[in-house]
């Protein structure tokens, strides 16, 4: 797998290199050179083909020239001891289930896989690395629990002070080891600017081998992609109509990961962007005009996000041409107090809490349905997160406590350990040239 800059000012680069990179040289995000036709692979799927083949089917593939099949195998199969489910709610829409991993959200598959990826190369390479990563949720929890106490590793943190979840902040602070969390005085705007600002560093350069998790790096949003295909290999037989990914979105990292997979033969008809009040991305697909502002919170943080990363990454897919784009992808945007009738409306009607992020995906799903009720279509919407890491929202929309996952009382358990720091870049940079 060969890949460029978005920004073209940079050496090609293969995965490895890549993945130990995180941003390109010249402030880019790495984008893959060629787009590979999978088409055959597939129209081979069917139900019974595990998400751990697809997985490992599609790494072959790609890293054919880097890697022997058997090192692909086992880095897969160290990553992914968990699966992704789907659950049809009715004729026209499923869930795609994503959060059954150690942290009980979506990022465990790129997390995951980063992490067995990465620690295959640095034994290898007896080499040493510092994660740096900013997150607004579920990032931060998904990168603890994957590097935790890997071998060679050690992972930072940035997080915005009292904008995650309770649950969220116990997930990344109360591991400790190689696992450092950074309480940030400012939004998850400043710690992402904090972590860009800091790859360009030629301190840190020199002195840390510097790289990142979050979906920044090609490296987590690659293994993103298996879900999708997944999906379709449960759904292909039942099909009738147009198949319709609708993805919560808020640094846009998990609707490219999907867009790849269509760009790679999946028979996709449309994407749905589902976004909370920091609408960025919808109002660009029906203006033209992209308009980044500060992040506003709201109840489903993990999308709080005013100038999405990857949306440089969508710009080069689709050529940078808005009609190209818009006709891929619809935008939708929920505001609060939509997502909590919504989380209220399917415990009701289905017995079934979801989280905040599911809930405005699932709105979006529907109201797409409503305007194009003449197609055929079936919309797999992504249940990026356990409801349980939201409690106390599901418990103000249901009056219902959902029962937490072993993983997640474990981490109630335990006691936090962070550093605070203003939003601050030479704050951040001082932090790691004394610590590493």
């Known amino acids: 797998m060969q890949l460029k800059s978005t920004r073209n000012k940079a050496p090609e680069a293969n995965f490895t290199q890549a993945l130990f990179t995180g941003l390109a040289p010249d402030g880019g995000l790495y984008h893959p050179l060629e787009t590979k036709s999978l088409s055959s692979l597939f129209l081979s799927l069917n139900r019974d083909?595990?998400?751990?083949?697809?997985?490992?089917?599609?790494?072959?593939?790609?890293?054919?020239?880097?890697?022997?099949?058997?090192?692909?195998?086992?880095?897969?199969?160290?990553?992914?001891?968990?699966?992704?489910?789907?659950?049809?709610?009715?004729?026209?829409?499923?869930?795609?289930?994503?959060?059954?991993?150690?942290?009980?959200?979506?990022?465990?598959?790129?997390?995951?896989?980063?992490?067995?990826?990465?620690?295959?190369?640095?034994?290898?390479?007896?080499?040493?690395?510092?994660?740096?990563?900013?997150?607004?949720?579920?990032?931060?929890?998904?990168?603890?629990?994957?590097?935790?106490?890997?071998?060679?590793?050690?992972?930072?943190?940035?997080?915005?002070?009292?904008?995650?979840?309770?649950?969220?902040?116990?997930?990344?602070?109360?591991?400790?080891?190689?696992?450092h969390a950074l309480e940030v005085e400012g939004s998850f705007d400043d710690c992402q600017r904090m972590v860009k600002e800091a790859f360009q560093d030629a301190r840190l350069k020199a002195s840390l081998n510097l790289t990142s998790a979050n979906s920044i790096n090609i490296?987590?949003?690659?293994?993103?992609?298996?879900?999708?295909?997944?999906?379709?290999?449960?759904?292909?037989?039942?099909?009738?109509?147009?198949?319709?990914?609708?993805?919560?979105?808020?640094?846009?990292?998990?609707?490219?990961?999907?867009?790849?997979?269509?760009?790679?033969?999946?028979?996709?008809?449309?994407?749905?962007?589902?976004?909370?009040?920091?609408?960025?991305?919808?109002?660009?697909?029906?203006?033209?005009?992209?308009?980044?502002?500060?992040?506003?919170?709201?109840?489903?943080?993990?999308?709080?996000?005013?100038?999405?990363?990857?949306?440089?990454?969508?710009?080069?897919?689709?050529?940078?041409?808005?009609?190209?784009?818009?006709?891929m992808i619809h935008g939708e945007v929920v505001d609060d107090k939509e997502t909590l009738q919504v989380i209220a409306d399917v415990y009701k009607q289905k017995n079934l809490f979801i989280d905040p992020h599911t809930a405005v995906g699932y709105l979006a799903a529907k109201r797409f349905m409503v305007h194009h009720a003449r197609r055929p279509m079936h919309i797999v919407t992504l249940s990026t997160a356990h409801a349980a890491k939201f409690r106390e929202i599901v418990k103000q929309a249901t009056g219902h406590e959902p029962e937490l996952p072993a993983s997640l009382q474990q981490a109630l358990d335990l006691p936090k350990k962070s550093t605070a720091i203003a939003n601050d870049t030479k704050e951040l940079a001082d932090f790691l040239l004394q610590t590493f």
């Open 219 to 327: 490296g987590r949003l690659f293994p993103q992609s298996f879900y999708y295909v997944f999906a379709f290999a449960q759904l292909k037989e039942q099909l009738e109509g147009d198949l319709i990914f609708c993805v919560p979105s808020g640094n846009f990292g998990n609707l490219t990961a999907g867009v790849y997979a269509w760009c790679w033969g999946l028979p996709v008809h449309k994407f749905i962007a589902a976004t909370n009040i920091n609408d960025i991305v919808p109002e660009y697909l029906l203006s033209r005009v992209y308009k980044p502002r500060p992040s506003l919170h709201t109840l489903s943080n993990a999308m709080d996000v005013g100038n999405p990363s990857n949306f440089e990454r969508l710009q080069e897919i689709f050529g940078y041409e808005h009609k190209a784009m818009a006709a």
């Open 49 to 179: 083909t595990s998400f751990f083949q697809i997985a490992d089917s599609i790494s072959r593939i790609f890293l054919d020239t880097e890697f022997e099949n058997k090192v692909v195998t086992k880095i897969v199969k160290r990553a992914f001891n968990f699966t992704p489910r789907v659950r049809r709610l009715d004729e026209n829409i499923s869930l795609l289930e994503l959060f059954h991993g150690p942290s009980c959200a979506f990022k465990d598959f790129g997390a995951c896989f980063l992490a067995s990826f990465m620690e295959e190369v640095l034994t290898e390479e007896k080499k040493h690395a510092v994660i740096l990563v900013a997150t607004s949720g579920d990032t931060g929890s998904a990168v603890a629990k994957a590097f935790f106490a890997k071998n060679n590793i050690d992972v930072v943190i940035l997080f915005p002070r009292g904008r995650v979840s309770f649950l969220q902040e116990k997930q990344l602070t109360t591991l400790g080891g190689n696992v």
